[in-house]
T-cell receptor
Framework: DSGVTQTPKHLITATGQRVTLRCSPR?????VYWYQQSLDQGLQFLIQ???????AKGNILERFSAQQFPDLHSELNLSSLELGDSALYFC???????????FGPGTRLTVT | AQSVTQLDSQVPVFEEAPVELRCNYS??????LFWYVQYPNQGLQLLLK??????LVKGINGFEAEFNKSQTSFHLRKPSVHISDTAEYFC??????????????FGRGTQLTVWP
């Protein structure tokens, strides 16, 4: 158990819908990262937050957005969902920006 | 930007045999290097990391890796594998400063299967 929690574990939804994935980092960790794992793209960095502020953006679609709240938990919002958005979404956290990242168990999103 | 190539998508090996999982990276700046392991239906767990210093890095579960700057490689090795090492292994790289710090670029993964 890494100490990073993600909810829900599984999510099945239809195309065009909007979902919210939640991540609680390890106690004391200020950085949160979101990654997408799919069969065709592999593991891809989406976005990073540090103490509530966005620090880096990767291959994140405009239909996706994220935020980190004052209590340091983070949410990833995916809207206008397409079949290709089906993937495992991982959250990771670290103390700072150059420390070891601890990964959560992931949320498996299936878009039908 | 950084990129990672894992040269083997699948590596089958018999129990107690040695194994090497190959990783090459590309970057125009200094990098940190990592190996992660993913067991079925689980998240990623850090095996080892190279930040600086000795090029031979020892990690958990008896794994080690060697950073070779001239060959831009970071191969993972274990002298004797167990059935429980069966998993997917990911090599990753990040920059060491600025906006590249912290964001991991992953290879496509190598599925290690250990047979009895």
């Amino acid at each position: 158990d890494s100490g990073v929690t993600q909810t829900p574990k599984h999510l099945i939804t239809a195309t065009g819908q909007r979902v919210t994935l939640r991540c609680s980092p390890r106690s004391g960790d200020l950085s949160v990262y979101w990654y997408q794992q799919s069969l065709d793209q592999g593991l891809q960095f989406l976005i990073q937050y540090y103490n509530g502020e966005e620090r880096a953006k990767g291959n994140i679609l405009e239909r996706f957005s994220a935020q980190q709240f004052p209590d340091l938990h983070s949410e990833l919002n995916l809207s206008s969902l397409e079949l290709g958005d089906s993937a495992l979404y991982f959250c990771a956290s670290s103390v700072g920006q150059d420390n070891e990242q601890y990964f959560g168990p992931g949320t498996r999103l299936t878009v039908t | 930007a950084q990129s990672v190539t894992q040269l083997d998508s699948q590596v089958p090996v018999f129990e107690e045999a040695p194994v090497e999982l190959r990783c090459n990276y590309s970057s125009s700046v200094s990098v940190y290097l990592f190996w992660y392991v993913q067991y079925p239906n689980q998240g990623l767990q850090l095996l080892l990391k190279y930040l600086s210093g000795s090029t031979l890095v020892k990690g958990i579960n008896g794994f080690e890796a060697e950073f070779n700057k001239s060959q831009t490689s970071f191969h993972l090795r274990k002298p004797s594998v167990h059935i429980s090492d069966t998993a997917e292994y990911f090599c990753a790289v990040s920059g060491v400063r600025g906006s590249t710090l912290g964001r991991l670029y992953f290879g496509r993964g190598t599925q290690l299967t250990v047979w009895p």
